[in-house]
C-alpha cells in the first residue's frame, strides 16, 4: 500500500577524516575520523535527533560506520555505498593528479585510469546508487523514512540519480563533511529538499 505522503530520504556523508581534510581522494582506504570529524557526526546526529528511520543503511568503512553511530542509527552496511573506486589516484590530490596527467582533470567527466589499478568512471557509480536507492523507494513509498550514511562522491552520485540528472551532473551537487541532505518528492516528482547542510 502506497502513502498518500511519501517520506524522505536523509544523506548523511561521513566526518571529517585526515585525508578529507588534506583533499587527497579516499575512496577504499579504511582511515578513521579525527577528532573534529567525530564532533560533527555528533552535531549531525543531534540535528536529526527527532526522527525515526525504517531503513538505515551505511558504507561499510570504518568513516561511514563511526559517523552512522554517531549520529544515533543502527546503520545495516551496503556494498553500494562504498565510495568511488578512485583506482590508482586513490590517495592523490587533485593537483597532483593534473601534474602526473599533464594538463586538466575532472574526476565526473574523466573518471580514473584503467590499467593496472582500474577504478570507476561516473557511469559505473550511477549503477550502484540507482541500485541503493532501489532498495529505499518502496519504503519512502509507504510514508516511512531511510538514511544512507556513506561519503561525499558516492552520496553526489546517488543526489544526481534521485533528480534523473546524468551521472556526470553529480558534480554540481558539493557536499561538506558530515553535511545532511534531504531527498523527497514534490507532486510525486522526486526533488531535492535540502541539500549539504551542515549542522551547528
Do not use: C
Not at 581522494?25 to 564532533?39: A, K, Q, V
Not at 534531504?182 to 535540502?194: S, T
Request: aromatic content about 6%; proline content about 6%; cysteine-free.
Amino acid at each position: 500500500m502506497t502513502s498518500e505522503r511519501p517520506g524522505e530520504l536523509v544523506l548523511v556523508r561521513h566526518g571529517e577524516t585526515a585525508w578529507s581534510k588534506s583533499g587527497q581522494h579516499t575512496g577504499r582506504t579504511d582511515i578513521p575520523l579525527t577528532e573534529n570529524g567525530i564532533e560533527q557526526a555528533k552535531r549531525a546526529g543531534r540535528f536529526l535527533a527527532d526522527r525515526d528511520f525504517a531503513l538505515a543503511l551505511s558504507s561499510p568503512l570504518e568513516r561511514a560506520r563511526e559517523t552512522a553511530r554517531l549520529v544515533g542509527v543502527d546503520a545495516e552496511p551496503d556494498e553500494d555505498l562504498f565510495e568511488w573506486d578512485y583506482g590508482a589516484y586513490e590517495g592523490l590530490t587533485t593537483p597532483q593528479i593534473k601534474v602526473q596527467r599533464h594538463g586538466p582533470w575532472d574526476l565526473w567527466t574523466d573518471g580514473v585510469p584503467v590499467g593496472d589499478t582500474p577504478g570507476e568512471n561516473a557511469a559505473e557509480v550511477r549503477v550502484r546508487a540507482e541500485r541503493v536507492l532501489d532498495r529505499a523507494r518502496p519504503v519512502l513509498a509507504e510514508g516511512q523514512d531511510a538514511i544512507f550514511v556513506a561519503h561525499g562522491h558516492v552520496l553526489r552520485a546517488i543526489g544526481a540519480a534521485w533528480i534523473r540528472l546524468a551521472p556526470q551532473d553529480g558534480a554540481v551537487l558539493a557536499l561538506s563533511t558530515a553535511s545532511v541532505s534531504v531527498l523527497g518528492y514534490e507532486h510525486g516528482r522526486p526533488v531535492i529538499d535540502h541539500w549539504n547542510v551542515q549542522p551547528g
